[in-house]
């Protein structure tokens, strides 16, 4: 009789503020870049699963956009797509950078998501401070000791160890069959995943003289077994902002096509044909209307 090993399954709500570091720590676990990574708060717009298999269990990583509370209607639909990841779960990891207060943890400790499920704070940056520093702030996340199933000290500096982590997470996912085949590391559509590392190019090219309130829209898309073609129009609410992406006789767009199709050449192994376009949507951000035209479903 053949003795087969129970598996394990379970999706894993990574959560925290804006600008913790969660995309940054999915790349890490995942051993490959796939989530979007900016200096730019509130980056990352839309849940994106990112899968580790580890032992007998699958690991179903949801990066989420930043915990936070704004009144424009792309940052309440950013705070749904984190509460859905959360009630969607089987458990919340909660991303603490140690220089934080306790102020953001006990906001999120009041939402009605945190109290339906596990959770486990992942103590992170702690190479940032000495040893005394996250020893104190340990012992202040004590106080809410019946809250939270673990803390775990962290550091991608310092290469701390992915087993650690899975091991402890794997402790609380419920037995069941693999979700996904397990070559898979990501369920998003390619689609998805090349508007995102446009949108990374996009603030990586201009930094802070592109707001927050800009997006990519990926129009059509040919996948061929060596080249991808790909077009692509990116968003912005007013026609100086159109302009500082095309910039003089059009040299910046091209600077900017040329990082992006890296970008997307470095992910897909392939050679990549991408033409960019730029749409002027005054107020788009604030316009349930363009929203879901754009993509974003509420």
Same mark, same amino acid.
């Given at each position: 009789? !053949?003795?087969?090993?129970?598996?394990?399954?379970?999706?894993?709500?990574?959560?925290?503020?804006?600008?913790? @570091?969660?995309? *940054?720590?999915?790349?890490? %676990?995942?051993?490959?870049?796939?989530?979007?990574?900016?200096?730019?708060?509130?980056?990352?717009?839309?849940?994106?699963?990112?899968?580790?298999?580890?032992?007998?269990?699958?690991? !179903?990583?949801?990066?989420?956009?930043?915990? /936070? /509370?704004?009144?424009?209607?792309?940052?309440?639909?950013?705070?749904?797509?984190?509460?859905?990841?959360?009630?969607?779960?089987?458990?919340?990891?909660?991303?603490?950078?140690?220089?934080? &207060?306790?102020?953001?943890?006990?906001?999120?400790?009041?939402?009605?998501? *945190?109290?339906?499920?596990?959770?486990?704070?992942?103590?992170?940056?702690? =190479? *940032?401070? $000495?040893?005394? &520093?996250?020893?104190?702030? %340990?012992?202040?996340?004590?106080?809410?000791?019946?809250?939270?199933? +673990?803390?775990?000290?962290? $550091?991608?500096? /310092? &290469?701390?160890?992915?087993?650690?982590?899975? $091991?402890?997470?794997?402790?609380? %996912?419920?037995?069941?069959?693999? %979700? #996904?085949?397990?070559? #898979? *590391?990501?369920?998003? /559509?390619?689609?998805?995943? #090349?508007?995102?590392?446009?949108?990374?190019?996009?603030? =990586?090219?201009?930094?802070?003289?592109?707001?927050?309130?800009? =997006?990519?829209?990926?129009?059509? !898309?040919?996948?061929?077994?060596?080249?991808?073609?790909?077009?692509?129009?990116?968003?912005?609410?007013?026609?100086?902002?159109?302009?500082?992406?095309?910039?003089?006789?059009?040299?910046?767009?091209?600077?900017?096509?040329?990082?992006?199709?890296?970008?997307?050449?470095?992910?897909?192994?392939?050679?990549?044909?991408?033409?960019?376009?730029?749409?002027?949507?005054? @107020?788009?951000?604030? +316009?349930?209307?363009?929203?879901?035209?754009? @993509?974003y479903l509420f």
């Open positions: 009789m !053949i003795n087969q090993e129970k598996t394990k399954a379970g999706y894993i709500a990574v959560v925290g503020r804006p600008n913790a @570091g969660k995309s *940054t720590l999915l790349n890490y %676990l995942v051993g490959e870049k796939l989530a979007m990574v900016s200096h730019k708060a509130q980056a990352t717009r839309k849940r994106m699963n990112i899968i580790v298999m580890y032992e007998n269990a699958q690991l !179903i990583f949801v990066d989420t956009p930043g915990i /936070h /509370h704004q009144e424009k209607l792309i940052n309440q639909f950013m705070l749904e797509e984190a509460l859905k990841a959360m009630g969607d779960s089987d458990l919340i990891l909660f991303l603490m950078p140690v220089t934080d &207060k306790l102020d953001e943890y006990k906001q999120f400790l009041e939402l009605e998501s *945190t109290k339906e499920r596990k959770h486990i704070v992942l103590l992170t940056k702690v =190479d *940032t401070v $000495s040893n005394d &520093k996250v020893l104190k702030k %340990l012992m202040e996340l004590n106080e809410f000791s019946d809250k939270f199933s +673990s803390v775990i000290p962290w $550091s991608i500096k /310092h &290469k701390s160890k992915k087993d650690i982590l899975f $091991s402890e997470i794997s402790k609380y %996912l419920p037995e069941s069959p693999f %979700l #996904y085949e397990t070559e #898979y *590391t990501t369920t998003n /559509h390619i689609r998805d995943i #090349y508007k995102e590392f446009i949108r990374e190019a996009l603030f =990586d090219a201009f930094s802070d003289e592109i707001p927050y309130e800009s =997006d990519v829209v990926i129009t059509k !898309i040919f996948e061929e077994d060596t080249l991808d073609k790909v077009y692509a129009t990116i968003i912005v609410e007013k026609e100086t902002q159109k302009g500082i992406i095309v910039g003089k006789k059009g040299d910046d767009i091209k600077r900017l096509s040329i990082l992006a199709r890296k970008k997307l050449e470095l992910f897909s192994q392939k050679k990549i044909y991408l033409e960019l376009h730029i749409s002027v949507k005054k @107020g788009w951000s604030k +316009s349930r209307e363009t929203l879901e035209e754009i @993509g």
